[in-house]
């Protein structure tokens, strides 16, 4: 079964769900956070939209590589109303936040996220960071890694 999901953040402002829908789009993973003071200031409305509209929903926190539990309280404080609605928790872990926090910061917040959630959560980095460091430790946690060939824009499965 292949699924198509939009990865979305304030960056791309205020988003019609609907019309992503109709276009064929199943879901939305959404930031819902980063380090411990930003909230995505359309997550809570991104979120609703997609449950009304049925769709699949992932929420993320971009880490630091700070205080893990700083880290995490303040992505479940936020997402915790809505997290009836959240099929899955991500961890976005990449670049100078891993030279910071280790991989050891990864497995601590993931094992926490476990536990807030009550769902096995995921961690997403970028290619050259699962490469760089040994993941051993997180090895029973879904891994999302990004796999760009160009900033061009892509649609569906293009494998390498």
């Known amino acids: ?8 953040s304030s960056n791309n402002g205020p988003v ?9 789009c199943d879901g939305v993973i959404v930031k819902a956070t980063e380090s411990n003071y930003y909230v995505n200031p359309y997550f809570a409305g ?15 926190h971009y880490s630091d590589g700070g205080s893990v539990s700083a880290n995490i309280n303040h992505y479940w404080n936020t997402v915790k109303p809505y997290a009836k609605y959240i099929d899955l928790h991500i961890l976005d872990y990449e670049g100078r936040n891993i030279v910071r926090g280790g991989v050891s910061h990864a497995s601590v917040a993931l094992a926490m996220l476990k ?5 096995t ?18 090895t029973a946690y879904p891994l999302w890694v990004a796999q760009y060939n160009d900033m061009n824009n892509h649609y569906g499965l293009h494998p390498r």
């Open 1 to 8: 079964m292949t699924l198509n999901i939009v990865d979305l």
């Open 46 to 60: 991104q979120v609703k939209q997609a449950a009304r509209l049925g769709m699949l929903i992932g929420a993320y």
């Open 115 to 119: 536990k807030l959630t009550g769902k």
């Open 16 to 24: 019609n769900l609907a019309t992503l829908k109709k276009a064929g």
């Open 121 to 138: 959560p995921m961690i997403y980095m970028g290619l050259s960071d699962e490469n760089s460091y040994n993941w051993s430790s997180v």
